[in-house]
């Protein structure tokens, strides 16, 4: 394992690998768990040499304290990602590397998806998520990117930024992996104190109650069912709950047959936000 903390060296790097290669990338912030584990090995059964980026990037943070207290573990990141089989290689830069002298982020259309969901909490996240995602993958340039489904609606947005950039890489969305308790494996959880963690076995337990009545209970009863379970649980407070089209994102009021739809959760613990999202149909 190669690790790289300037773009240039590791475009040369890169430049350098064997014509038929193939590349394959998984972009992170750090504080890596068998989620980000888990997209890794899906990218090296699927490449040659499989890149992976760990950089908490600013543009995306709309909230100074979060930025400040994301967790960051690159020495046991490091450590994880040398037990792998395979050729990996780490870009691990500063700021200054990807943004140089100006840390913002451009402003981006997404046709309406960055404006839904984490879109109405979050200003300018997606915008944020956009820039430094583009970034990435004119570094990298690789045949296949994986993103988590976990983030459900930034892997959507991925999707569409490459459509509008025109950028020749496939993006590779990877199921969501849960802790014991139902909880979906994030680098936050690593900030829940104990019985917060044990507390959020709430947001997959309410997810699939939703899921198993979705069939024969209409969406506004939905909607009530979760904000009663998170009313009688002193420990989790809900930010937003919605059903949504899983192709636009857009709030559905009732449900119409032939399209697809799925639950959108996010949750704060104290101090920690969560998010989840499970298929309805």
């Known amino acids: 394992m190669v690790i790289y903390t300037q773009k240039e060296t590791l475009i040369q790097a890169l430049s350098s690998a064997k014509k038929n290669d193939r590349i394959g990338f998984v972009p992170t912030m750090g504080a890596l768990h068998k989620g980000h584990i888990s997209l890794v090995k899906k990218a090296l059964s699927e490449n040659d040499v499989v890149v992976v980026s760990i950089f908490v990037n600013p543009t995306q943070f709309n909230n100074s304290a979060d930025l400040q207290t994301y967790p960051r ?101 990877c199921p969501i992996l849960r802790e014991e308790n139902g909880l979906a494996m994030s680098s936050r959880n690593k900030r829940l104190s104990e019985i917060k963690f044990v507390e959020s076995e709430l947001i997959y337990k309410t997810l699939k109650e939703v899921q198993e009545k979705f069939s024969s209970t209409s969406i506004a009863d939905l909607n009530v069912l979760v904000a009663e379970r998170f009313l009688q649980n002193p420990h989790l407070k809900l930010e937003y709950f919605e059903i949504a089209n899983e192709e636009t994102l857009k709030t559905a009021k009732r449900k119409n047959k032939g399209s697809k739809y799925r639950a959108f959760i996010a949750v704060f613990a104290g101090e920690v936000r969560l998010i989840d999202n499970m298929p309805l149909n």
Do not use: C
């Open 73 to 173: 573990t690159p020495e046991d990141d490091i450590s994880l990602l040398k037990n792998l089989n395979g050729e990996v290689i780490v870009y691990l830069p500063e700021v200054s590397d990807l943004y140089e002298d100006a840390v913002s982020a451009k402003i981006y259309n997404f046709g309406g998806l960055e404006n839904e969901m984490e879109g109405k909490h979050r200003k300018g996240h997606f915008d944020g998520v956009g820039t430094i995602v583009s970034k990435l993958l004119k570094i990298v340039k690789p045949d296949s990117a994986y993103f988590g489904e976990k983030d459900f609606q930034q892997l959507q947005i991925v999707k569409k930024l490459v459509s509008i950039e025109k950028l020749p890489v496939k993006i590779v969305g």
